[in-house]
């Protein structure tokens, strides 16, 4: 346990009782800031950090998080958002911000493809001409994802340009 302020002064101030008092309050005062200093490092880390402080960790890294979810799941998206984000429009991308948010792999589908050709206009692009993405979640029966929020974050998560269309199919 660290020394109080008061045994830390020199022998002739601790004979001061009015100066003691003092530094005993200031000591009381200032023990949550020490507490905190202590253990910062905790508050860095999504998966340590206190409730009400990952919110604003989340913040940090601009990720919106859902009041509806378990505080696991946000401790989850705000610890992997910087790796999420070196994903950023592609499909695993997508995939794994979907699964994060419904707890279920979803099947994806996208309009594009690509070819080459050594000559200028050769082979027609394979695909579609209007970028378009397909998410389709089949969710239990029971379940509780709001299709809004979902093609909030497909389309957060895929490409500006590229169309986005959502589907819930209610199986299992």
């Known amino acids: 346990m660290p020394l109080a302020t008061r045994e830390r002064l020199p022998g002739v101030l601790q004979e001061d009782a009015f100066l003691v008092e003092l530094v ?5 005062v200032f023990a949550p800031v020490h507490l905190v200093l202590d253990c910062l490092d905790a508050y860095f880390d999504p998966r340590l950090a206190p409730q009400d ?3 604003w960790l ?6 919106t998080l859902d009041e509806t979810w378990s505080e696991e ?10 790796p999420l984000y070196r994903t950023r429009g592609t499909l695993n991308g997508l995939r794994e911000q979907v699964r994060i948010y419904a ?9 594009g493809g690509v070819s080459y050709s050594s000559t200028h206009g050769g082979a027609e692009l394979p695909g579609s001409p209007c970028p378009s993405l397909s998410v389709k979640l089949d969710v239990p029966a ?6 809004e929020r979902l093609t909030g974050i497909a389309k957060a998560a895929a490409p500006a340009h590229v169309a986005v269309k959502v589907e819930l199919v209610a199986g299992r």
């Open 24 to 28: 005993e309050a200031l000591d009381t």
């Open 53 to 55: 402080f990952l919110e």
């Open 58 to 63: 989340a913040n940090w890294v601009a990720v």
């Open 73 to 82: 799941r946000k401790r989850e998206l705000v610890r992997r958002a910087i």
């Open 103 to 111: 707890g279920i792999d979803p099947e994806l589908s996208d309009s």
């Open 142 to 147: 029971d379940s509780h994802v709001n299709v």
